[in-house]
């Protein structure tokens, strides 16, 4: 007998580790879990299920686990039973769809091999149990899943179990051993600067907005776009171009796109409609959540919206002769980040995508499972390069396999990298630092200590992270008030970007600088910025990606 409950701990969170990110669709079976089994080497420990039930809904512990129980401090019995009384309501037909993907069913093996069965239908069974638990009205849960378990007993192999929990978003877990082993290359310097103006402030110029639909009849795509501009918008400054990231919209960003086009830029802010927030939603009713060729569709919407544009510049109105579309930044976040390097001259290498997804896939972090998609398209490469962009800034883009070892090299263009090293879905290491290396001069790499994946959307974009329970893929994001710098710095490092593109670059080179980060740190969220990796921090690099267990 195992004489301590941390070990079914230990379990009770890879079940809820699993269940939070895997569902599929069956029938419920007519047998159901009685019996939790945990094993540990030669040890076994058995718990009735009615017992961890009574935890989850009284808080008590029955007499039959007090045992248990008072090996455990306070604090410890306190993580059991949050645990087990966490809900997540989850659409089962969405997952489904994923999970009946080739990358889903990886996925699935993986995960199957904790709860092993004497038959060979492992990966069934947890598919039923998770798809049925799922379906409880409250949301599914740790007693959800077992009561929906088809066999009398779910046998756990926690020495299995600790190794794929240990694993679980492997990339995030390797920047956060990257962040500790540089922590001495962070120390804040004392800066002075004299600085001429504050970047961060809106310009002079009042903004509006024209909402535009255009229709590229060749691909059969429409193409919402939302134009700012202002009365100093001139053709003497870049049009600015905008990618959202997946299942999101022309809006996520809009207090950027408002405070450049104050400054006098037209901002042509894109919605991808095969990966915006409408196409995520009919995926969770039911349909696909995204096709393979939506990585090749993104840079092609802003070719084709160049391409109106020009049109519109050359038409009377009020647009007519003030765009120069042949002088563009692209800013690109999340997905929208990868494609601002696709469009940027980043070489998609579709067959290192499918070399990297054939097995392992629970280890991913989310950004790199979306990357698997792109496995599907037929061809080993593609240059989707539009010579009108003239700069790119790709905040929290997806990278690291999507462009294979070399595809980052062909970029052409100045190339600004945002990260946060406390990003779960992008994370820094694998997604922006090893990126960023591959890149061609001129580039700057801007880390926010601390800053997450959603750090710097508008804050109207993500007020529904404030109930999302903090998983190790999801949640724990900051937001709103919390990440008001990041916004500012954001907004301070678009405008010098964009400046560069004019007669007053010399005026903003210096918020292009580690000073002016440095500068703009607070002690909550520190600021780097660097044009290279030093040779420490290289070093680091290598000595965490060959030790890839967290």
Not at 5 to 18: I, N, S
Not at 93 to 115: C, F, K, P, Y
Not at 365 to 394: F, W
Request: glycine content about 8%.
């Amino acid at each position: 007998m195992l004489p301590n409950l941390k070990w079914a701990k230990g379990a009770a969170g890879l079940v809820w580790a699993l269940a939070i990110t895997n569902l599929t669709g069956l029938t419920k079976s007519a047998q159901a879990a009685e019996t939790v089994v945990v094993r540990k080497g030669p040890f076994t420990a058995s718990f009735n299920v009615a017992d961890l039930k009574t935890i989850a809904e009284t808080g008590k512990v029955p007499p039959a686990l007090q045992s248990y129980a008072n090996t455990l401090s306070a604090e410890k019995r306190g993580k059991i039973l949050a645990a087990l009384k966490t809900k997540v309501p989850l659409n089962v037909v969405a997952i489904s769809n994923l999970l009946n993907t080739r990358i889903g069913s990886t996925i699935l093996a993986d995960l199957a091999t904790i709860t092993p069965r004497k038959d060979a239908a492992g990966v069934q069974a947890l598919r039923a149990a998770l798809v049925l638990g799922a379906k409880d009205p409250a949301g599914l849960s740790i007693i959800s899943f077992i009561e929906s378990y088809p066999s009398q007993r779910l046998n756990i192999d926690l020495d299995r179990a600790f190794e794929v929990m240990g694993s679980l978003n492997t990339p995030f877990w390797q920047t956060q051993r990257f962040m500790a082993a540089i922590a001495p290359q962070l120390t804040p310097r004392e800066i002075q600067l004299n600085l001429p103006f504050d970047p961060s402030q809106p310009g002079t110029a009042s903004v509006q907005v024209l909402s535009l639909n255009l229709n590229d009849s060749q691909r059969q795509r429409t193409i919402p776009v939302d134009l700012y501009s202002s009365a100093g918008a001139t053709a003497e400054k870049p049009v600015i171009i905008f990618s959202h990231g997946l299942g999101s919209d022309r809006t996520e960003l809009r207090y950027l796109a408002e405070h450049l086009a104050s400054h006098g830029y037209v901002i042509a802010v894109v919605e991808h409609i095969g990966s915006n927030s409408t196409q995520v939603n009919t995926a969770l009713a039911g349909g696909s959540l995204l096709q393979p060729d939506e990585f090749l569709n993104r840079p092609k919407d802003i070719s084709f919206t160049l391409d109106e544009l020009e049109k519109l510049n050359l038409s009377a109105g009020p647009f007519q002769g003030k765009l120069a579309t042949d002088n563009v930044m692209v800013i690109g976040y999340s997905m929208g980040g990868g494609t601002a390097l696709s469009i940027a001259g980043g070489e998609l290498q579709i067959a290192s995508v499918k070399q990297r997804c054939q097995s392992d896939l629970v280890r991913l972090s989310p950004g790199v499972g979306l990357q698997c998609i792109a496995g599907g398209l037929p061809e080993n490469t593609y240059q989707l390069y539009d010579p009108r962009i003239k700069r790119a800034m790709a905040m929290n883009p997806i990278s690291s396999i999507i462009f294979g070892e070399t595809g980052l090299s062909k970029v052409q263009v100045p190339t600004l990298i945002v990260t946060g090293s406390a990003d779960k879905t992008t994370p820094a290491l694998s997604e922006q630092i090893l990126g960023f290396s591959k890149l061609p001069a001129p580039k700057w790499l801007v880390g926010f200590v601390g800053g997450t994946h959603l750090s710097i959307k508008d804050p109207a974009a993500t007020i529904d992270q404030t109930t999302k329970p903090n998983t190790v893929l999801t949640g724990g994001e900051l937001i709103g008030d919390q990440a008001a710098s990041v916004r500012n710095y954001i907004k301070a490092i678009s405008l010098a970007m964009a400046a560069q593109l004019t007669a007053d670059a010399d005026d903003y080179a210096i918020f292009l600088t580690s000073d002016y980060a440095q500068y703009a740190s607070t002690q909550a969220i520190p600021i780097r910025l660097v044009t290279e990796l030093p040779a420490e921090a290289e070093a680091v690099v290598q000595t965490v990606l060959q030790n890839e267990s967290p």
